[in-house]
């Protein structure tokens, strides 16, 4: 299938997905005069490939109705969180090309959520429950057995607001009482069965310190969350859809738009008073083949040494795919392909390394460099010869411009571009054979130059001065044409071969119940020294490149240095794995 590389974004009028013909219409009737959206990572890991997709959808839909979208830290779970996370979730989004109208804390608005659970132990919406987690359980019933109520449904709210107000003063241990919602225990939908909207933790908090022991749970949290921020469209992925009941009913009995008085805690914070009523829209998650992307799994990759750390370029983690080589606009285009749905699917990789291919190749400029270096000399140029050749910096875009590459009389060639007894249909380099020079002319071997094992360590070759570019026979015919690098002018680098970090397209399943750690692929990286022309060494960090015949390379973030350049291999020119699948 061939994308059209001149519109990667296409017309965003042409975007009728589900969510934004929600968005439209919305927009169209009046009911909302301006939208907003929030990404709501938990600060509990680093962002993944998957969470590519939540942020362009938030970031973007906002964009493209000219609403705002707010970068919100889910850290209400105090004992998962780090600030290391809150640092590189924050860097991820700016490096994706997003920018936050807002930067907020769900821990900033703990006391609304408290204020919002006292308003409904006065309705008469929630109980303190004294059942243990066992009981609990034992109370909910299944998905074919309705629950029961528990013993303390029917205290009366002086009783809840007096047990609610000393365990927010500590006085109960953990797991001790829990705040309940009084919904209905024979509902269908379990998440309505009194689920829990605070828990006893007596667990110092990275946002707030020592000063809660009580917190809140995900639903309550994050529904009015939502509401405080005067959220529009609260945008999540599909295994919250049986939540959204339970998100509507915190919601609408808290009505926090109706209730200013809750807000007040905001003003001390400086926060502005926003209320509104969200709407949550659930879309699929993003799943790919030959990756694994839940973060107890990459925490164990990265703990057991496996990989080097969260940013390893082999890690599908937004850190490590970026220093791998991925580009914004390749993560962008791979979520337009995908598109948005409510079908959950396990998508091939080839979708999204074929977005980094076809980004790269429209904007990467192309270098000569030579990995697996054989020595070619052409014996009819002077010893010192040197000159400097002009080529394109991309062979479909003028506008990226044009570089100086040195030529001269000894040159690397790749050794597998030469073979002493050339396999059928071989149309590189062989003795006596003709073979193009990219960009310099054509040569003819004439001799081959062996180490005392036999092994091939120099060719001799003669320049056809004709075929040389500006000359008549410039454009006569060879079969084949293959890239060098000048020996006296390229730069040593450090190049690390990355490939795929499992060996089977399902590490994560697999009818023989291994462990996926048992699929790691060995060969993941290679590193080889090979050489490359000076202008591809002088590139500043994170500059991609391809590397011509070989694949696209990107200068090594943290590592590289123009004196001593370090590459990283992004993607080959085509998937090698295609038939492996
Ligand atoms: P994980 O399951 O990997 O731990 P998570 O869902 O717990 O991820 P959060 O930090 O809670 O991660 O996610 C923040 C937002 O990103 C949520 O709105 C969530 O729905 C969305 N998100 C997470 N994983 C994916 C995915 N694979 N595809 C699309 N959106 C995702
Ligand atoms: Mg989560």
């Given at each position: 299938m061939s994308h059209p590389l001149s519109h990667p974004t296409p017309d965003l009028s042409a975007r009728t997905d589900f969510i934004r013909q929600i968005v439209r219409e919305d927009l169209a009737s009046g009911k909302h005069s301006a939208i907003r959206t929030r990404f709501p990572p938990e600060p509990n890991g680093y962002l993944h490939i998957g969470h590519a997709k939540a942020i362009c959808l938030d970031f973007g839909i906002a964009a493209e109705f000219g609403g705002r979208c707010n970068l919100r830290l889910?850290?209400?779970?105090?004992?998962?969180?780090d600030p290391e996370y809150v640092r590189a979730i924050q860097d991820d989004v700016r490096w994706l090309g997003f920018q936050w109208a807002s930067l907020r804390h769900a821990s900033d608005y703990f006391e609304v959520f408290y204020l919002a659970a006292e308003k409904l132990i006065r309705q008469g919406d929630a109980f303190v429950c004294d059942l243990s987690p066992e009981e609990v359980r034992a109370y909910r019933g299944s998905l074919t057995e309705p629950g029961r109520n528990s013993?303390?449904?029917?205290?009366?709210v002086e009783e809840n607001l007096d047990l609610f107000r000393r365990m927010r003063a500590g006085e109960f241990a953990d797991g001790a009482r829990t705040l309940r919602a009084k919904?209905?225990?024979?509902?269908?939908?379990?998440?309505?069965?009194?689920?829990?909207l605070y828990r006893i933790k007596h667990v110092p908090h990275q946002?707030?310190?020592?000063?809660?022991?009580i917190y809140p749970m995900y639903d309550f949290a994050h529904s009015l969350s939502d509401a405080i921020e005067g959220i529009t469209h609260s945008l999540c992925t599909l295994e919250f859809e049986d939540h959204r009941p339970l998100y509507d009913w915190c919601v609408d009995r808290v009505d926090l738009a109706g209730h200013p008085?809750?807000?007040?805690?905001l003003l001390a914070k400086g926060?502005?008073?926003?209320?509104g009523k969200p709407r949550q829209i659930e879309f699929s998650r993003l799943n790919f083949n030959w990756l694994v992307l839940s973060k107890r799994k990459l925490l164990q990759l990265v703990e057991a040494g496996h990989?080097?750390?969260?940013?390893?370029?082999?890690?599908?983690?937004l850190q490590g795919i970026r220093r791998r080589g991925y580009t914004p606009s390749a993560l962008k285009l791979m979520v337009e392909r995908v598109g948005v749905s409510k079908q959950n699917s396990l998508l091939d990789i080839a979708i999204l390394e074929g977005a980094l291919r076809d980004d790269l190749d429209a904007h990467a400029p192309r270098r000569l460099a030579v990995l697996d270096p054989l020595k070619l000399v052409?014996?009819?140029?002077?010893?010192?010869h040197e000159e400097m050749l002009t080529f394109p910096n991309h062979p479909k875009d003028a506008g990226l411009g044009e570089r100086a590459v040195p030529f001269a009389r000894e040159l690397w060639i790749e050794r597998?571009?030469?073979?002493?007894?050339?396999?059928?249909?071989?149309?590189r380099l062989t003795v006596g054979g003709e073979v193009r020079l990219r960009g310099a002319g054509i040569v003819r071997c004439d001799a081959v130059v062996k180490d005392a094992d036999g092994r091939v360590v120099e060719l001799h070759a003669t320049l056809d001065?004709?075929?040389?570019?500006?000359?008549?026979?410039?454009n006569r015919k060879v079969k084949g044409t293959i890239h060098w690098v000048s020996a006296r002018h390229a730069v040593a680098a450090q190049v690390r071969l990355y490939d795929r970090?499992?060996?089977?397209?399902?590490p994560d399943g697999g009818?023989?119940?291994?462990?996926?750690?048992?699929?790691?692929?060995?060969?993941s990286r290679r590193v080889v020294t090979g050489y490359v022309e000076p202008a591809a060494a002088q590139a500043a960090p994170e500059t991609s490149f391809q590397f011509e015949r070989l694949g696209y390379f990107v200068t090594d973030r943290?590592?590289?240095?123009?004196?001593a350049p370090v590459f990283n291999?992004?993607?080959?020119?085509?998937?090698?794995w295609a038939t492996q699948g």
């Open positions: 889910d850290d209400t779970n105090p004992a998962r969180e013993p303390y449904r029917e205290r009366s919904i209905d225990m024979a509902s269908g939908n379990i998440n309505l069965r009194d689920p829990a946002n707030t310190g020592d000063a809660w022991c008085e809750l807000l007040q805690p926060l502005p008073l926003e209320a990989v080097d750390g969260w940013d390893d370029p082999r890690m599908p983690t052409l014996t009819n140029l002077a010893a010192g597998e571009d030469f073979a002493e007894v050339p396999p059928p249909g071989f149309k001065p004709d075929s040389r570019p500006g000359m008549p026979g410039a970090l499992f060996r089977v397209p399902d009818a023989d119940g291994r462990d996926f750690l048992a699929h790691l692929n060995p060969d943290h590592d590289h240095r123009p004196e291999r992004s993607v080959t020119l085509r998937d090698t």
